[in-house]
């Protein structure tokens, strides 16, 4: 596709079940970044994957979030035991390297009941 | 710990007037990042600034960056309508650990 493409677009599950969330970053794009935005507030960095280096884990709130990446492709971000607290937007961006200009995804939006 | 901080939080303009947005912070860093949000929708680039002194501009929008001062500006010309949104400034440091502002939220009435 032409652009970042997430799924699933909204999510609802219950306190305690896990959550995989999915990123298709644009093809080309090496570097691929995952935000948290809570409702009315701004993005907090989550984690950054940059070609085949290991990943930038300090953003990562617990470790009940993990996140994977196959090459400079798909990346899954998952959340185990989710949480009241876990309920927000999960934004995904990537670029074609890191400090270039970053392209959204139209995010998921995760509600945790 | 990075600290990315913009003002005003809220702005409420009329149509054809211009205002300034400030993003200040923290720590060295020469790669500053505007993003536009409408609500309910993802997040739009704007401009990307690289480097000190560096200018963009982009129709009634432009940013700059100042390095030595840890500033960036959003300078709003003419707004209009369609400009009503809210805006983030980003600072990526070299850690590559993004830090965002907590937005602008501007409002342009007729």
């Known amino acids: 596709g032409a652009g970042v493409s997430q799924s699933p677009s909204n999510k609802v599950t219950e306190k305690g079940k896990d959550v995989e969330l999915r990123c298709d970053p644009i093809?080309?794009?090496?570097?691929l970044y995952w935000y948290r935005q809570r409702l009315g507030q701004g993005l907090e960095f989550l984690i950054y994957?940059?070609?085949?280096?290991?990943?930038?884990k300090s953003g990562l709130p617990s470790d009940r979030f993990s996140a994977e990446r196959t090459g400079e492709s798909v990346s899954t971000l998952t959340i185990q035991r989710t949480q009241q607290e876990d309920s927000a937007v999960y934004l995904c961006?990537?670029?074609?390297?890191?400090?270039?200009?970053?392209?959204f995804g139209a995010g998921t939006r995760l509600s945790v009941l | 710990e990075l600290k990315v901080e913009q003002n005003p939080l809220f702005l409420s303009m009329q149509e054809g007037k211009n205002y300034t947005i400030y993003c200040n912070y923290s720590?060295?860093?020469?790669?500053l990042y505007w993003y536009r949000q409408d609500p309910g929708k993802s997040l739009e680039s704007l401009f990307v600034?690289?480097?000190?002194?560096a200018v963009k501009q982009e129709g009634r929008l432009m940013a700059s960056l100042d390095t030595k001062a840890r500033l960036s500006t959003l300078h709003i010309t003419a707004a209009v309508h369609d400009l009503s949104a809210t805006y983030f400034c980003?600072?990526?440091?070299?850690?590559?650990?993004?830090?965002f502002g907590a937005g602008t939220r501007l409002t342009v009435k007729p």
């Open positions: 720590t060295t860093s020469d790669r």
């Open positions: 093809s080309g794009h090496t570097a």
């Open positions: 961006a990537s670029s074609t390297r890191s400090g270039n200009l970053q392209y």
């Open positions: 994957f940059q070609g085949n280096s290991a990943p930038d």
């Open positions: 600034l690289l480097s000190n002194g």
């Open positions: 980003a600072v990526l440091p070299l850690n590559n650990d993004m830090r």
